[in-house]
């Protein structure tokens, strides 16, 4: 009798222990879930103003050439072309740019939930 009585006892608190893990488990799943979104709509908010800062500045950049070279049309084709000539050289160091952001994302994601 003092077996069975042993073995129920056990059964209840190995129960016990994987009701605890499951609520463990969605804890840590909840946890990480937030800090992925807030990590997220923080590098959307930065990538935003970045980019109409960026977008600024070639304005700008482009209004100055153009003094420069008495030809708004020129100082904004000059502009212009900055972005095409960083597309053409990361389509030519494919691989290479890939590996490292693949890499960086990499290292980013798993250092900061270890």
Known sequence: MKENNTTKEGIDELK?????YIALFRIRSMK??????TRVAYSLLVT???MIGISFLGLALAIY???LLSSYALGFLIVGMIPII???LM???KISTFRYLLNFFTRL???KYE
């Open 16 to 20: 016990k222990l994987v009701t605890t």
């Open 32 to 37: 990480k879930a937030t800090e992925v979104t």
């Open 48 to 50: 935003i103003l970045t």
């Open 65 to 67: 050439l153009g003094t």
């Open 86 to 88: 960083a597309i053409i």
């Open 91 to 93: 389509r030519v160091f």
């Open 109 to 111: 994601i798993t250092n």
